[in-house]
């Protein structure tokens, strides 16, 4: 699965596209302006998504690798 279909799935689950998804991080105080907070490690974002949105372990991942600045919006 390409890292688009990925954000897709995960837009079609939570109703967040990824600038909602970074938005739903700050709010969370996880990351700021869209880019994880030094500290922050995958288990609290993948936590929180799987308890907040019913993510899978995969599809939490995902959002982390956007938050971390590891995969783009445009991968």
Sequence with gaps: MSFQ???????RQTGLDGS?????SDAKGYSEQGRLKPGIKAGQVTDWLKGEYSLGHGHAMAVYALLSGK?????
């Excluded at 909602?20 to 739903?24: F, I």
């Excluded at 995969?71 to 991968?75: G, L």
């Design 20 to 24: 909602g998804l970074k938005a739903a």
């Design 5 to 11: 279909a990925y954000l897709k799935t995960i837009e």
């Design 71 to 75: 995969r783009s919006e445009s991968d």
